[in-house]
T-cell receptor
C-alpha cells in the first residue's frame, strides 16, 4: 500500500510570494493534518481536516489556509511568505481524527 | 509554553543495551501518547502509543511506560540496534482534541 505522499519535496521561494503544498492520504484515510517543523523543534500543528471540513486550527496567522478535496487529498497554502516560514511541512493522515496519524515525507520550504 | 518536554537532546547507547528515552508533560488533559521515530529527510514514523487508562504497552522491542501522577512517560528499546539511530519524538493528544503536541525530540545514537 502506498503511504502518505507529498509534493513537491523541496521548494525555494522569495519573501512575499505564495506557495501551495499538496498531500495525498493513505487509501481509506479521511483525516488530514498539517504540521510545520522548524530546525531543532518538534512538529507544530497547523490544521486538521476531516470529511472536507476543518476540525482544528493551530496558532498560525491567517496567511496559512488549507482545504480538503472530495478524494480526501489536501492543499496547504501560505501567502505573503516570510523568512520564518522556512521549515519542513508535514502532512499526516488517519482513518478518523482520533486514530493514529501517519506522516508523509514532508515538503522542505526555503524562503529567501 | 512547552507542554511536552524531552529534556535530553541526545543519547548514546551501546548496541545490544537498553535505550531509555524520557518525556514529561504538563497538560493534565492529555489522554493519549505516542512515540515517533524520524530519520533525516523522512517524515516521522509511528512507533508505539499508550492510552491514559494503561501504564504500559509493549510492541516487540519497544515498551512505553506511563506514570500519570508524575506526568511522565518513557520509551524503552531492548535490545538497541544500529538501525534505531534516529530522532525520537514524544507526542500527546487530549480527549476530543485532534491535534498532536510534540516534544523537541531526542537524538538516539546506537554505538556498534
Amino acid at each position: 500500500d502506498a503511504g502518505v505522499t507529498q509534493s513537491p519535496t523541496h521548494l525555494i521561494k522569495t519573501r512575499g510570494q505564495q506557495v501551495t503544498l499538496r498531500c495525498s492520504p493513505i487509501s481509506g484515510h479521511k483525516s488530514v493534518s498539517w504540521y510545520q517543523q522548524v530546525l531543532g523543534q518538534g512538529p507544530q500543528f497547523i490544521f486538521q481536516y476531516y470529511e472536507k471540513e476543518e476540525r482544528g486550527r493551530g496558532n498560525f496567522p491567517d496567511r496559512f489556509s488549507a482545504r480538503q478535496f472530495p478524494n480526501y487529498s489536501s492543499e496547504l497554502n501560505v501567502n505573503a511568505l516570510l523568512l520564518g516560514d522556512s521549515a519542513l511541512y508535514l502532512c499526516a493522515t488517519g482513518g478518523t481524527p482520533e486514530e493514529t496519524q501517519y506522516f508523509g515525507p514532508g515538503t522542505r520550504l526555503l524562503v529567501l | 509554553d512547552q507542554q511536552v518536554k524531552q529534556n535530553s537532546p541526545s543519547l548514546s547507547v551501546q548496541e545490544g543495551r537498553i535505550s531509555i528515552l524520557n518525556c514529561d508533560y504538563t497538560n493534565s488533559m492529555f489522554d493519549y501518547f505516542l512515540w515517533y521515530k524520524k530519520y533525516p529527510a523522512e517524515g516521522p514514523t509511528f512507533l508505539i502509543s499508550i492510552s491514559s487508562i494503561k501504564d504500559k504497552n509493549e510492541d516487540g522491542r519497544f515498551t512505553v511506560f506511563l506514570n500519570k501522577s508524575a506526568k511522565h512517560l518513557s520509551l524503552h528499546i531492548v535490545p538497541s540496534q544500529p538501525g534505531d539511530s534516529a530522532v525520537y519524538f514524544c507526542a500527546a493528544r487530549g480527549f476530543g482534541n485532534e491535534k498532536l503536541t510534540f516534544g523537541t525530540g531526542t537524538r538516539l545514537t546506537i554505538i556498534p
